[in-house]
């Protein structure tokens, strides 16, 4: 053994040996308590961190993927009642791709799998249960993976196929939906859920498919329209849309000019949704010969009157019957030729057609109240009026309405939940610091007093060795007297001790 260990050894022997019975317990619990600090410090560094692997389990699947995780010899947790399933963090992805390679978890209900193994002697009655069967369960996995759903149950009712189309009966459906923490579905994903069966059910329409919560309530009956007050999803989102557009457009001018929150804006937007095409057809007249000359038509009359008696005159016979003979002459009374040229024109009439189309979408109205923390005079609300007005494009002949008002706003339950919300993390903060640093921080006082105790008698022990030295070098029996002569063998030999001494005698 090395010199300096010995020395080291008998000096700890020595400073035991010295200590009295209730030094002896403390220093022992002193050293018991930082040991198990320090082993519990390395338990909760080294232990695993644990995530959910799959919740909602079937037992058959949880029991299952346990016995996998044994012969794979990875720890886990159960919890839930047996429906959760924890694992280590670092392995829980590569856990999730390797059962689903074995099929895990497979659900209460069996899918396409269920043709996997056929049997020879299988009817065609017994297929089309199966294929239906496997339709329904398919249907519930695919809503069951929708994030707000817990679990879901389908039922599908599909007659078999008439010779006769009249005759032929359509298919219905039904779905029984379970949330997650007893929350509701919203409208628009009800429908999503109704045209998903519609689509994957050959002659399954939206409006024959009922939606039913496990509380009883149905979210959507089979025939009941798809729209809420004669409003499509689409539609109700995009007159969401254009009211909060012209919200935050009247919010900003306002917190610019009153500061933030201080304002109220309340839109409220009438849209109209209906798709016109208008056609107009009108005629203006002709003036001044300058339209179209569409046809032309031009007549030439002539013929030969007597100038005594006004009749028609000429030798009988051909010559005077005919046209394009030359008429006699010589007449006894004397003869008058009368021509008479007539031209018609006939012009394209100025028709003018105008086809207007309304695009759907359009504002009808929009309704706007405001309300303004503190006080106002008139003059001050009616400029606010006027400026909001122009800003946000009111438009008084379309039947638009603006009304600002004055009032002072009630801050008292803003104040009661800013100071909840204050407490709340206060709370938290002490709450982290006693869960996370009193463990420590305990850790740390208690090895702080073992190296304090442990220092004090290791000096306790050097002061009364070097006292007993001197001592023996002066023949005395350690009277505990010490002489001038003492002193200064004491300061040659170790001046660390003498000045032990010296502090020992002044205290």
């Not at 032929?168 to 859920?193: C, E, F, W, Y």
Request: hydrophobic share 40%.
């Amino acid at each position: 053994m090395p010199k300096q260990l010995e020395e080291l050894l008998n000096q700890i022997k020595k400073w035991w040996a010295a200590q009295a019975a209730n030094q002896r317990s403390v220093i022992i619990l002193t050293a018991a308590v930082v040991v198990l600090g320090l082993f519990g410090v390395m338990y909760v560094v080294s232990r695993p961190d644990y995530t959910l692997l799959y919740s909602n389990l079937d037992p058959k699947d949880a029991n299952a993927i346990v016995e996998y995780l044994r012969e794979q010899k990875v720890p886990y947790r159960l919890g839930g009642g047996g429906t959760q399933l924890e694992v280590p963090s670092k392995r829980v992805y590569d856990l999730r791709v390797q059962l689903a390679g074995k099929g895990l978890p497979r659900g209460e209900s069996v899918g396409f799998e269920i043709f996997d193994k056929m049997s020879f002697g299988t009817t065609d009655e017994v297929q089309r249960i199966n294929y239906l069967r496997a339709l329904q369960s398919e249907l519930e996995r695919t809503i069951d993976s929708m994030d707000a759903v817990e679990k879901s149950r389908v039922h599908l009712v599909i007659p078999p196929e008439d010779l006769w189309f009249e005759d032929q009966v359509s298919p219905t459906a039904s779905v029984l939906i379970k949330m997650h923490n007893g929350g509701t579905l919203l409208p628009r994903q009800v429908d999503s859920i109704r045209h998903l069966m519609s689509s994957a059910v050959r002659g399954l329409t939206a409006e024959r498919v009922t939606v039913v919560d496990t509380q009883g309530h149905v979210l959507s009956a089979a025939g009941e329209s798809e729209s809420l007050g004669g409003l499509s999803d689409r539609q109700i989102t995009y007159k969401k849309k254009v009211e909060e557009n012209f919200k935050s457009q009247a919010e900003s001018m306002l917190a610019e000019i009153l500061g933030p929150g201080k304002a109220v804006v309340r839109v409220t937007a009438e849209i109209n949704f209906n798709q016109t095409l208008t056609e107009r057809e009108s005629y203006t007249p002709i003036v001044g010969r300058q339209g179209l000359v569409r046809s032309e038509k031009q007549n030439m009359f002539e013929s030969a009157q007597d100038a005594a008696n006004g009749t028609a005159g000429g030798s009988a016979g051909t010559a005077s019957n005919l046209q394009g003979y030359p008429p006699a002459s010589g007449g006894a009374g004397g003869d008058k030729a009368t021509k008479k040229n007539e031209k018609v024109i006939n012009y394209e009439m100025n028709r003018t057609v105008e086809r207007i189309n309304t695009a759907s979408g359009t504002i009808k109205q929009l309704s706007v109240g405001i309300f303004v923390d503190g006080k106002f005079t008139p003059e001050q609300l009616t400029d606010i009026s006027s400026v909001i007005s122009r800003g946000m494009g009111i438009l008084p002949d379309r039947g638009d309405k603006l009304e600002v008002k004055a009032m002072p706003f009630n801050r008292k339950g803003l104040e009661e939940d800013k100071q909840l919300l204050e407490k709340s993390q206060r709370e938290q903060f002490w709450m982290q610091a006693l869960t996370r640093w009193l463990p420590l921080g305990a850790l740390i006082i208690a090895a702080c007093v073992f190296l304090m105790v442990a220092l004090k008698n290791f000096r306790s022990l050097n002061l009364n060795d070097a006292r007993g030295g001197g001592a023996a070098k002066d023949g005395s029996k350690g009277s505990g007297e010490m002489s001038p002569e003492m002193i200064v063998a004491l300061l040659k030999q170790n001046s660390g001790a003498s000045a032990q001494v010296l502090k020992h005698w002044l205290s």
